[in-house]
């Protein structure tokens, strides 16, 4: 089975010149760069990275890979893939995204997709990206709910201002995939919402706070909450351009609330509300233990 169908030159693309890095090949990457790498013209590049190589149990989430593929490189195999349906230049990376390799990574790139499935990563592509001030896209998937959140350092809140105690909160299992799973179509939907928000930023229609969409399966629901910038950021207080304010609701919205909603996937809180990174353990942690 083969997912995409060739179309080269045959759609106009969106995005002329414009370097994107994706950061993991998995249940969300994959659906991520499908999803945008239509809207690259020639002269712009996507770099897919992934240190691991397909396995089985990776195949029924991660569309891009069939069972022909298993125990090759995933960044290889996406690029294949992908290399059908676009005429921008694709490059795989085999490796893990990590401390060593991060700035120079994100300074090669004017937009990152972190579809990552670990904590730590997440919020060290939060801190790289803030301080390279290159705009990023946050996903996060677990059982049957996701949120998703483009981040615009300098303008927008970061992951830190959402939850500002980070990965190291993450200390239990609830919410985990490891004993929850993800549920294919939901990691789609994030994954196409992440390149949603990278469309939307290199077309210039970017937007100026940040705004979590929080996904439920049960019901396709939509919630989508915003936050502003808090004072006390440690990742992006240096180019605070605004002052902090509560978290704000959008126009019609519920108000936040931390109690788990339906799917388990709970929410965050208001910045103001000092046991944030509780939830945020439980909703990042829960991507780091599965393949996603
Ligand atoms: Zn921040």
Redesign the pocket.
Known sequence: MYPLSANHGLKPALIERARVLVIGMGALGCPAASSLVTSLGASSQLTVIDPDQIELSNLQRQPLFDDADIGAQKAAVAVEKLAVDTVCTLTPIYARFDANNADELVARHDYVIDATDDPTTKFLINDVC?RLSVPFSYAGVVRTGGQAMAVVPGTT?????VFPDGPDSAEDDRGSCSNQGILAPVAGVIGALAAVHAIEHLCGAGRDRATMTIYELRGTRFRRVTFD??HD?C???STATSETKNVSHAPGEPGLSNAPNESGLSTPRSCEESDASVVVGADLRSTSTCHS
């Open positions: 803030v809140a970061c992951l830190r201002c910038r808090r950021c990742a992006c207080t």
